[in-house]
């Protein structure tokens, strides 16, 4: 997750001369961000002039929005699809603000699904393979594995984050990680069984047909951040909330799977 801070203060320089600025600057790194366009819509009924004020900030973050007609007022957005000012911040155009407003922006995508937040770069991550099941050695129980696994997954660093947009997928996908066993395996009963080669399944570690437990990914959810607000709920999942190693997701019955690999 980007976790920028958009400091606003409204300030009043007499009847011809009003203005609304502050600074961005990244809540992570807590540096300025340069280059941001930024938006102020009038949200009532105004003149013409008066509907829509621009910025951009500078090397320092800082803006400026000149001129905001009195007693109009507006909402700030960003120009930028893929960062989100929560919160609807507002101001009234000519009205002093009692101080400069800190307000949370998210950086993520603009649809659903899973992407890959690199610095300020957004990548969208596609399902890498179907899924199949096999019965487990002498037991009613289903193991799951990924019919293939490419040889370049996407990759998480320690500073990087996955993100799950929409509260649907939010809700449903699962994590877990992707377990090689380098020898073979032999998989249903005695009457009717299936040879596997060394390959990787989802959630269980095998040492032998019968010897093998469930495993669970380890994820650090102190370190995951969530949004759900004005129609858009974000999950950042930080590369260092898991140990390294490759991890499939996907939500329950589903036929196809996320793969992707922690690199610390």
Request: glycine share 8%.
């Amino acid at each position: 997750m980007k976790l920028l801070y958009v400091a606003l203060a409204s300030l009043l320089l007499g009847c011809q001369d009003r203005s609304a600025g502050g600074q961005v600057v990244d809540g992570i790194t807590e540096q300025p961000i340069a280059g941001l366009r930024l938006v102020a819509r009038a949200t009532e009924p105004t003149d013409m002039t008066c509907q829509v004020l621009e910025a951009t900030t500078d090397e320092q973050g800082k803006f400026l929005l000149k001129a905001p007609c009195r007693d109009t007022p507006y909402k700030l957005e960003s120009g930028d699809k893929t960062i989100f000012l929560a919160g609807g911040p507002s101001f009234v155009g000519g009205v002093p603000s009692e101080g400069p407003w800190t307000i949370n922006a998210w950086r993520g995508p603009p649809g659903q699904g899973v992407y890959v937040l690199k610095d300020a770069d957004i990548f969208a991550m596609r399902q890498a393979s179907r899924v199949a099941e096999l019965p487990l050695w002498k037991s009613p129980d289903k193991v799951l594995y990924p019919e293939t696994v490419p040889a370049k997954l996407p990759t998480l660093a320690a500073a990087d984050f996955l993100i799950i947009s929409g509260i649907k997928d939010i809700q449903k996908l699962e994590l877990s990680p992707l377990i090689r066993h380098e020898g073979k395996l032999r998989f249903g009963s005695r009457n009717h069984y299936f040879d596997m080669d060394p390959w990787s399944y989802i959630g269980r570690k095998f040492t032998s047909k019968e010897d093998h437990e469930a495993v669970a990914a380890n994820l650090d959810e102190k370190l995951v951040l969530k949004l759900n607000e004005e129609n858009r709920a974000l999950k950042y999942i930080p590369g260092k909330a898991l140990a390294n190693g490759v991890y499939a997701m996907m939500a329950p019955g589903d036929r196809k799977v996320y793969l992707f690999e922690v690199k610390q």
